[in-house]
């Protein structure tokens, strides 16, 4: 089987983005695959749900990857959760970018925050300079390994990347560098829509994007869904907002998962403890929606599990 990208993006933040890619990433492993989740924001949160400390360590990380510094099998790291992979991001890397570091408590998250757009703006030049010509398409190239990447739908993938069946690929909100750097080499994005009022707003600029990366960049780019989070089930304004994203989804022709996460406050603990939901004894329910999720994702390729989830 190739190797899938799936790119998890919104334009809105914390919608659930990053809990979906490790979610996904950990139940498409709970199903038999070979699964790589990269970390893409400079956040680092998946980096962190998976167990890893991104102010402890140091070297190669996922952006000096695409900035040509190392191979992928020098930053890939193995994780205690089954044969999940990270490609991940540490603080480190970013200081190396030219971030300055902010004191006082909550510094990470608080300098990860507001220095994220200087990050951006550094990572950006930085991948201009190296590529004068079309940055955007430096990962396609590298996991491509064709000068062209996926511009004309070529499909090959390079030796590094084929070992595994998915790549479950984490982004920052808004419209950044790393974005169109990674749809431009994805087959697959996904939508996390939180289930609330204007939930829909932002989408028709991000239906855009998609169209315009799949014109310029990459022709084979597909939406596989829409994914409702948050969703407080049995409330009423859950029910009437749910209906509103059926809606908009069914007239823009986008498809919506049936799988539907529920609100669940646990959520915020498993992450904390840097704990896929499938690992922590309060989120097994939780954990089982991205088990669903994930069969709908295999489907959407011709793919389905290649074993029993194993005892957890
Ligand atoms: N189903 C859920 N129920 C309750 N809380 C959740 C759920 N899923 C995720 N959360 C929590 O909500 C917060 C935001 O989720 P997450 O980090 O996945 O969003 P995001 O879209 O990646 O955010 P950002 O835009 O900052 O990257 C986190 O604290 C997470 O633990
Ligand atoms: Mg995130």
């Given amino acids: 089987m190739a190797t899938r ?59 000096d990857y695409v900035l040509g510094q190392c191979r992928l099998s020098d930053a890939v790291r193995s994780t205690d959760f089954g044969r999940l992979e990270v490609l991940p991001v540490y603080d480190a890397a970013i200081d190396r970018l030219g971030v300055p570091k902010l004191a006082g408590p909550d510094s990470r998250r608080a300098r990860a925050r507001a220095l994220a757009d200087g990050f951006h703006s550094r990572f950006a030049a930085e991948l201009a300079r190296k590529y004068p010509d079309e940055p955007e398409l430096t990962l396609a190239r590298l996991v491509s390994g064709l000068g062209e990447g996926r511009k004309r739908g070529a499909v090959a993938v390079s030796d590094e990347w084929s070992q595994y069946d998915y790549a479950v690929v984490d982004l920052p909100p808004q419209q950044v560098l790393p974005v169109a750097m990674v749809l431009a080499s994805a087959d697959a994005v996904i939508i996390p829509t939180k289930v609330e009022a204007y939930a829909m707003r932002g989408f028709a600029r991000m239906l855009d994007t998609i169209s315009d990366v799949r014109e310029v960049f990459n022709p084979s780019l597909r939406l596989v869904g829409v994914l409702a989070t948050f969703a407080q089930m049995r409330t009423q304004t859950t029910t009437i907002y749910l209906e509103a994203m059926r809606d908009v989804t069914e007239r823009l022709g986008t498809p919506l998962f049936e799988t539907i996460i529920p609100y669940r406050v646990q959520a915020i603990a498993a992450s904390g403890l840097g704990l896929p939901l499938h690992y922590y004894s309060e989120t097994k329910t939780l954990a089982a929606m991205y088990d669903k999720l994930a069969v709908e994702v295999m489907r959407a390729f011709g793919d389905k599990p290649t074993s029993r989830p194993t005892t957890r």
């Fill in 5 to 63: 990208i799936l790119a998890l993006n919104a334009q809105k933040g914390g919608v659930g983005k990053t809990t979906a890619a490790v979610n996904l990433a950990s139940a498409l492993d709970q199903a038999g695959k070979r699964v790589l989740l990269v970390d893409f924001d400079p956040q680092a949160d998946a980096t962190m749900t998976v167990g890893i400390k991104p102010h402890e360590e140091d070297g190669p990380t996922s952006f």
